[in-house]
């Protein structure tokens, strides 16, 4: 995803985190122009996520990120695009506190992370780029990937996560579309 700007200027880090003050990590403060280009490509990538899961409107947008308890993983691909960079997706995860059903059918009160939006630009797609990212979330969240829930996951995150993780769908939720894939594939992953 080609920007009109610099994108290593933005983000020094292959991997950035962005949070509510919509400043790339490691970055103290910005200038308020750069701060419109971070902005900018927040919006962007919401919008190109959005399109790719059919959702009538982005749940990922610069303001959104601004008003929420959110973190966005931002990745790029510095060299390409004539050395000044290319956005390659981003995750987005949070803390919610949600009522979840469990394997008997009882709600039980849970805050656990989730997983609320996922998106890798569609040409880069099936190259390990997301399984990068998802790793440096776990790693820098210090949390096992059957400990999170998935908020509305699409047919490509569920086979993501089953190819990767040997995660698959055990108990779907009611409200919110949260899944939870808590069971691995025995046979797969035998521990
Ligand atoms: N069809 C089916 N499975 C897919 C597809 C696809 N078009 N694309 C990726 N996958 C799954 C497969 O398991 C694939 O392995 P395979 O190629 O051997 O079948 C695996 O992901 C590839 O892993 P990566 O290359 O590491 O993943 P990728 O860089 O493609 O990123 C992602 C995965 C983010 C889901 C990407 O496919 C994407 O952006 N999809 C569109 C948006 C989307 O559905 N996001 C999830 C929304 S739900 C949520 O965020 C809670």
Do not use: W
Not at 20 to 33: F, G, P
């Amino acid at each position: 995803m080609e920007f009109p700007f610099d994108i290593n200027h933005i983000f020094s880090d292959r991997i950035s985190i962005l949070d509510h003050t919509l400043v790339a990590s490691r970055q103290s403060a910005v200038r308020t122009d750069l701060q419109d280009q971070i902005a900018a490509v927040v919006d962007e990538l919401g919008r190109a996520s959005a399109k790719a899961q059919q959702l009538p409107a982005p749940i990922t947008s610069a303001s959104k990120l601004q008003s929420q308890k959110h973190q966005l993983y931002l990745m790029k691909d510095g060299e390409s695009n004539r050395g000044r960079g290319l956005v390659v997706g981003f995750l987005k995860v949070g803390y919610k506190k949600l009522f979840l059903l469990d394997r008997n059918g009882v709600h039980v009160e849970a805050e656990p992370l989730c997983v609320l939006d996922f998106y890798v630009a569609e040409t880069l797609q099936r190259h390990g780029y997301g399984l990068e990212l998802f790793n440096y979330m776990l790693q820098h969240q210090n949390v096992e990937p059957e400990l999170l829930a998935y908020d509305r996951p699409s047919n490509k995150l569920l086979a993501f996560l089953a190819k990767h993780y040997g995660l698959v769908r055990s108990v779907p939720q009611v409200r919110f579309q949260i899944c939870l894939c808590v069971r691995r594939m025995e046979n797969r992953f035998p521990s």
